[in-house]
C-alpha cells in the first residue's frame, strides 16, 4: 500500500487540478512589468505625472485625451503643439478611451464607478450614464455604444444618452472594437472573441483568443479592394497580434508574431499600418497591413510601460502613454533618425 501512495496521491492531484481548470478559468494576461530604458524614447517626450494609461486621438480637433492616475483626471493635449488645452477631474480613474465619432465625445469607462464619462471636445465638459459591473472599454457602432463590463460578463448596449441592453458575453470582457455593423469583444478570461451583430444585439460567433488576449481595435485588410473588414486582437499572453474576418461568419484567419509582451493597439486606416507596443521591451512596432496577417516594417523606442497607443489620422503622428511618471510620447514614423 505504501508503494502506490505517492502516485495515487499525484493522480488525485491531477485530477483536482484538470478539475479547476474546467470550472475557473486563468487569471486574465497582463502586460509585462518593464526593464528600466536601454534608449532615449523616439520623438517628443510629456512628462505629465503620475501614471499614464489610455489615449485616444481626435483627428478633427487634433486634441489626445490621456488618462492618468495620481491625481486621477483627464487631460487633452494638442498634438501638434505638445501642450495640455484642458484638464478634467475624474474623481475615480479611467483606463482605455475612445471616440464616439470625429469631433468626439471622448468615451472613457470610469471602472470604479460603473459609468460611462462623455467627454465633448474641444470644450471638456463632461456627462455620464450608468453603465455594468467595472466597464473597461467602449466601442460606438450604427448611432450605440457598446462598453465592455469586465466585473459582469456583460456588454452594456447605450443609445439615446441611456441603457438600452446588457448583453451576455464569455468570461471577463476587456477590448471591444466595432466594423461595419460587428462588434468584436476580447474574453480575456475566457481566452475567447465574441462577435456581436451591432443592429440585432444577437450573437453572431466566437472564436479562440489564443493564449491571453487583452485588446482589439477594428481595420481594413490588405485585399486589392483594401476595404476588407479585419479585427487585430493582441495576444499579449502569447506574443502575437491575431486576425479575424468580420461579417456573418466571423473567424481567426491569421497570426503574426509581436515578441516582448505586447498590449497596447492602434489603427492607421488611412496609411494601412497598426501599432503595437511591447511592454517587456519598451518599444512600439510599426506593421504593414498584409491579405492576412500584418507585418512588421519598423520599430521604435518608447517611453517605459508602454501601455496604450493611438494615431493621428490627419498627421500620421503616434502618441504612446507609459505609466512610469506619466510621459507622453509623439513621434513622426517618418523620421528615420527615430527608430
Known amino acids: 500500500m505504501r508503494g502506490h501512495g505517492a502516485p495515487l496521491a499525484a493522480l488525485a492531484l491531477l485530477l483536482l487540478a484538470g478539475c479547476g481548470s474546467a470550472d475557473h478559468n486563468p487569471p486574465a494576461a497582463e502586460p509585462a512589468v518593464s526593464p528600466p530604458l536601454s534608449a532615449r524614447p523616439a520623438g517628443e517626450l510629456l512628462r505629465l505625472g503620475g501614471e499614464a494609461e489610455g489615449v485616444a486621438i481626435d483627428p478633427r480637433t487634433g486634441l489626445a485625451a490621456v488618462s492618468l492616475r495620481g491625481p486621477n483626471r483627464i487631460e487633452l493635449i494638442d498634438v501638434g503643439t505638445g501642450r495640455t ?7 475615480d480613474p479611467a483606463r482605455h478611451l475612445s471616440l464616439a465619432a470625429p469631433g468626439g465625445p471622448v468615451l472613457a469607462p470610469i471602472e470604479y464607478r460603473d459609468e460611462l464619462l462623455e467627454i465633448e471636445l474641444p470644450s471638456g465638459r463632461t456627462s455620464s450614464i450608468a453603465v455594468g459591473d467595472f466597464p473597461h472599454d467602449a466601442a460606438p457602432s450604427d448611432g450605440r455604444i457598446f462598453v465592455s463590463d469586465e466585473g459582469g460578463d ?3 448596449v447605450i443609445s439615446g444618452g441611456g441603457s438600452e441592453a446588457e448583453l451576455a458575453v464569455p468570461e471577463q470582457p476587456g477590448g471591444i472594437a466595432a466594423a461595419n455593423g460587428a462588434v468584436a469583444v476580447v474574453a480575456v478570461a475566457a481566452r475567447e472573441v465574441a462577435f456581436i451583430d451591432a443592429s440585432s444585439l444577437r ?5 479562440p483568443g489564443g493564449a491571453g488576449p487583452s485588446h482589439v481595435v477594428a481595420g481594413p485588410g490588405g485585399g486589392p479592394a483594401g476595404d476588407d473588414d479585419r479585427f487585430y486582437v ?8 491575431l486576425v479575424y474576418a468580420g461579417g ?3 473567424h481567426l484567419l491569421d497570426r503574426a508574431n509581436v515578441p516582448g509582451s505586447p498590449y497596447g493597439i492602434a489603427v492607421d486606416e488611412r496609411q494601412g499600418r497598426i501599432w503595437v507596443t511591447q511592454t517587456a521591451l519598451n518599444r512600439v512596432v510599426e506593421m504593414k497591413v498584409t491579405e492576412l496577417a ?10 517605459r510601460q508602454p501601455n496604450s497607443v493611438a494615431v493621428d489620422a490627419r498627421s500620421g503622428r503616434v502618441v504612446v502613454v507609459g505609466r512610469d511618471h506619466g510621459e507622453v510620447q509623439i513621434l513622426d ?3 528615420e533618425t527615430a527608430r
Open 248 to 250: 456573418d461568419d466571423p
Open 333 to 335: 514614423p517618418g523620421d
Open 85 to 91: 488645452a484642458k484638464r478634467i477631474t475624474t474623481g
Open 294 to 303: 500584418p507585418k512588421i516594417i519598423a520599430s521604435y523606442p518608447t517611453v
Open 154 to 156: 456583460t456588454v452594456s
Open 203 to 207: 450573437r453572431i460567433g466566437t472564436a
Open 234 to 241: 493582441v495576444d499579449t499572453g502569447g506574443d502575437a497580434v
